[in-house]
């Protein structure tokens, strides 16, 4: 996983004293871009799993699939995971964990057995789109940066005896302290140091059209740099334009951090003459909870950046320089890892909790239904797939008991008996349960049995009008 140590200090002053100057002017020359009309920009999460308890990997694609979640990208190649992705149309990026790089990048054999075990062996009935080779190595293990370009190289090598060379791309994640100078964009290139490594892995990107993978966190940027970065332009909050920030050399007007980084790689490659490699961002996201250090890593300011971020993606809007290319995007991350080491906001960067209920809701309507986590308020506790009915039936007298959920039309003979089965009766009396308390995330748990979604459950296992409207009230 991405290391979290503070980032280097990016901001300049004359970049954000430049407001005020006229939109409109002529930007630096476009770098050339070669994306596939057909291509849509899309929003995934990272998955991480250092999360105590953590749900079955069946139990996981079931929940990946009511959320909507169509990409995901793993820190390892999982057996279990990518065995349970398998015919769920999920596209998943796996990864090679940067302690088996040496062993990769000193022998073709070790790559092509690698390539066998974690790509072929699923491939195409779990469909592998991508692979990250180590992640950060340049920055975080540099004793490894020798070894990197040829570990990608050979498991390229391996991909195309396999015939699936145009069908996986290769690339490996950076940290942003990679680039130096990150702002004004146009000023920004590569740490000099690390060229003899950089340069002969942006040849390969733009030989195989892979893309240029980067870690880009704004809330770091923000946090290093407060006082001369605006909270608002962190957040992709609406601002005034002459808030706006603006690039004195091309006058380009920023509107949001993310969008600088990005363009900030961009011009860091065409100063190695590379203008056909498209940005890919990792990893991005913001903490819902931190110690008295990091007052910022809240849960308002947590939804807010997501929520805003997804929004940004989906509006295919482009970046100033880029307009006409969006970067796809993956959040980190998918559950709160509660089993990471200090600080407190190491373990507190998820979208949900181990349990999969939502550490908050985000704002992400007419969105067609991805993340269904949403604070329109229309939310539903459902029995998970996957739950045997012995424990399912334990929750279901729990809630219709001592729990005093109103199970009176799951009766024989009442409107919503039918479909007489367990899973069908426990869901409406999760459901029961959870609006009688108020929709608070606690009260959809039955020992880990149940799950929040906006799925309106009436259609999804086709109950009875009324539980509809009981959920809507």
């Given at each position: 996983m991405a290391s979290f140590g503070m980032v280097s200090v990016f901001f300049t002053a004359v970049f954000f004293l430049c407001y005020g100057i006229p939109a409109g002017s002529s930007p630096a020359a476009q770098i050339k871009q070669t994306q596939d009309p057909k291509d849509e920009p899309f929003v995934g999460l990272n998955v991480g799993t250092e999360v105590s308890n953590l749900v079955s990997p069946e139990a996981l694609v079931s929940f990946l699939q009511v959320q909507k979640i169509a990409h995901v990208r793993l820190y390892d190649a999982s057996p279990d995971i990518l065995k349970a992705l398998a015919r769920s149309k999920i596209r998943v990026t796996i990864s090679v964990p940067n302690n088996q790089l040496l062993a990769i990048g000193s022998s073709n054999a070790t790559a092509v057995a690698w390539i066998s075990r974690n790509v072929v062996a699923y491939y195409p009935k779990t469909l592998i789109t991508g692979i990250a080779v180590g992640d950060e190595v340049l920055t975080t293990v540099p004793s490894y940066a020798p070894i990197l370009v040829p570990a990608i190289e050979l498991l390229y090598s391996a991909l195309v005896a396999a015939n699936l060379h145009n069908e996986i791309k290769i690339s490996t994640p950076h940290a942003a302290s990679l680039i130096l100078d990150t702002f004004p964009p146009s000023q920004a290139f590569f740490n000099q140091s690390l060229s003899s490594e950089i340069v002969p892995l942006l040849q390969f990107?733009?030989?195989?059209s892979s893309p240029l993978m980067m870690n880009l966190y704004p809330y770091y940027v923000f946090m290093e740099n407060k006082g001369v970065v605006p909270l608002d332009n962190s957040l992709f909050k609406p601002i005034?334009?002459?808030?706006?920030?603006?690039?004195?050399?091309?006058?380009?007007?920023?509107?949001?951090?993310?969008?600088?980084?990005?363009?900030?790689?961009?011009?860091?490659?065409?100063?190695?003459?590379?203008?056909?490699?498209?940005?890919?961002?990792?990893?991005?996201?913001?903490?819902?909870?931190?110690?008295?250090?990091?007052?910022?890593?809240?849960?308002?300011?947590a939804d807010t950046y997501n929520s805003n971020l997804i929004k940004h993606v989906l509006d295919k809007t482009g970046t100033p320089l880029h307009p006409e290319t969006t970067s796809n995007v993956y959040i980190y991350e998918l559950f709160n890892e509660d089993l990471r080491s200090p600080p407190i906001s190491e373990a507190n960067w998820g979208l949900f909790n181990g349990n999969l209920t939502p550490v908050y809701l985000l704002h992400v309507s007419e969105t067609g239904g991805f993340l269904a986590n949403d604070t329109t308020n229309q939310t539903y506790c459902i029995a998970m797939d996957?739950?045997?009915?012995?424990?399912?039936?334990?929750?279901?007298?729990?809630?219709?008991?001592?729990?005093?959920?109103?199970?009176?039309?799951?009766?024989?003979?009442?409107?919503?008996?039918?479909?007489?089965?367990?899973?069908?009766?426990?869901?409406?009396?999760?459901?029961?349960y959870y609006q009688k308390e108020g929709k608070?995330?606690?009260?959809?748990?039955?020992?880990?049995?149940?799950?929040?979604?906006?799925?309106d459950p009436s259609r999804s296992w086709r109950l009875c009008l009324s539980w509809k409207q009981e959920g809507k009230q």
């Open positions: 990107l733009s030989r195989t005034a334009p002459s808030k706006e920030m603006v690039d004195p050399n091309t006058l380009l007007h920023y509107t949001n951090v993310l969008d600088a980084m990005i363009d900030a790689a961009y011009f860091s490659m065409k100063n190695f003459n590379i203008t056909d490699v498209k940005v890919l961002v990792t990893e991005t996201g913001w903490p819902s909870k931190g110690d008295s250090k990091e007052p910022y890593a809240t849960i308002d300011y996957g739950v045997d009915s012995r424990t399912l039936q334990a929750a279901l007298d729990w809630a219709c008991g001592p729990g005093q959920a109103n199970c009176t039309e799951i009766q024989p003979g009442e409107s919503c008996y039918k479909p007489n089965n367990v899973k069908s009766h426990a869901s409406y009396a999760f459901d029961s608070v995330s606690e009260s959809c748990d039955f020992k880990g049995a149940a799950m929040i979604t906006t799925t």
